[in-house]
């Protein structure tokens, strides 16, 4: 099992959901973010150069799969989120220890797939 977490543009998010219904992803969190991509801007304080770091607004999606369903998740997410200008947003995919469902009790791959 892994944890799916991608960071997107705002704008890019019904489009990114589509494909992932499209890809059979089912299960989902979204949170608004505050994200930061490297693009630095310099800025004057009276002690001298400083640099300022940008923040813009992202979405953050967490999506637990299993491992059959990294790869669709990730493809989806890669061609519906790119606008190909810089700060398109990563995705990052993490190992997933162990995933209860509460109402069952139901642990890992039989908890992971939300029940249709
Ligand atoms: N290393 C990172 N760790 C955590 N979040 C990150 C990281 N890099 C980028 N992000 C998140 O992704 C958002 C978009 O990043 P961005 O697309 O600028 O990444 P990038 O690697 O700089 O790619 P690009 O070259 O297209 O700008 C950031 O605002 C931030 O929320
Ligand atoms: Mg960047």
Avoid: C, W
């Avoid at 219904?21 to 299960?27: K, S």
């Avoid at 190909?84 to 995933?99: A, H, N, Q, T, Y």
């Amino acid at each position: 099992m892994k944890l799916i977490v991608a960071i997107i543009r705002p704008e890019k998010l019904n489009e990114v959901l589509e494909a992932l219904f499209r890809a059979e992803v089912r299960g989902l969190t979204i949170s608004a973010a505050q994200g930061h991509g490297g693009e630095t801007e310099q800025v004057e304080t009276y002690r001298g150069m400083t640099v300022k770091m940008e923040l813009s607004p992202k979405i953050r999606l967490d999506i637990g799969v299993s491992d059959h369903f990294v790869e669709p998740t990730v493809h989806a997410i890669l061609s519906a989120a790119r606008t190909g200008e810089v700060g398109d947003g990563k995705i990052f995919v993490l190992p997933v220890e162990r995933v209860y469902r509460i109402r069952t009790g139901e642990r890992d791959e039989a908890a992971v797939t939300p029940v249709a």
